[in-house]
């Protein structure tokens, strides 16, 4: 079985969520891992809808509802409410809490393996 690899956001403003969904658009990623993002659905379907509007977005609250299935991208929601509006190279206070909180889901989940 693949491995379950989990790729945090980065800040909401950056290059990460472009990155990203670029990506999981040419479906390389699902060749060789589970690819799942941690971060937020919403800025993610920003980043999508920019670069890779072909990308379906899924929100999940735990990764064992992931279903690693291509043309999607599946985001482990670590978000809640209403999230400003992201300008791209601006960096955001909100922007920046929700990369960090990313990272540590990322690690506690490392860790609990």
Known sequence: ???II???????????????VKAFATGELHAVCRPV????????S???FL???????KTHNTISQCQFQQG???VLEITTGNLPR????VPHEEGSKASMRAIEEAARLALAK
């Open 1 to 3: 079985m693949k491995p």
């Open 6 to 20: 989990a790729i945090t956001m980065g800040e909401p403003a950056g290059i990460g969520p472009e990155v990203i």
């Open 37 to 44: 993002v941690i971060g937020a659905s919403q800025w993610m």
């Open 46 to 48: 920003d980043a999508a």
């Open 51 to 57: 670069f890779a509007s072909e990308l379906a977005i």
């Open 72 to 74: 999607k991208l599946e």
């Open 86 to 89: 992201i300008v791209y190279g």
